[in-house]
């Protein structure tokens, strides 16, 4: 089970940190990814961090911007979103990869069906 939280209201400019709270599965063996859905478009991948954490992958929207994290030993990933504009109003989601991220491979797991299990969404408003 996933639980996103951390969602909010915020003006331009402003930073929020969602946090996905992982229970009943082994945390530290899967990839870990964020997604967004704005109302009336179609869910994306934004993020995405490996099994231990060493390697993250941004789209290009939110590079710079956003940061992908992951405790471990507490079971949660988070995302740090700091320069929030009206754009990045959306629906987040955590996600756990049923796919590795091989070394050897740039991109992690992207793609929806890549990813097994799902968080409720949090709701992030951005005012411009």
């Known amino acids: 089970q996933l639980v996103e939280s951390g969602g909010g209201l915020v003006q331009a400019g402003g930073s929020l940190r969602l946090s996905c709270a992982a229970s009943g599965q082994r945390f530290h063996l899967y990839v870990m990814g964020w997604f967004r859905q704005a109302l009336g478009k179609e869910r994306e991948f934004i993020a995405a961090i490996s099994t231990n954490g060493d390697r993250s992958y941004y789209v290009d929207s939110v590079k710079g911007r956003f940061t992908i994290s992951r405790e471990p030993n507490e079971n949660n990933v988070h995302l740090q979103m700091n320069n929030l504009t009206s754009e990045d109003t959306a629906t987040y989601y955590c996600?756990?990869?049923?796919?590795?991220?091989?070394?050897?491979?740039?991109?992690?797991?992207?793609?929806?069906?890549?990813?097994?299990?799902w968080g409720q969404g949090t709701q992030v408003t951005v005012s411009s």
């Open positions: 996600a756990r990869a049923m796919t590795g991220w091989s070394r050897w491979t740039p991109e992690p797991p992207h793609l929806q069906r890549e990813y097994t299990h």
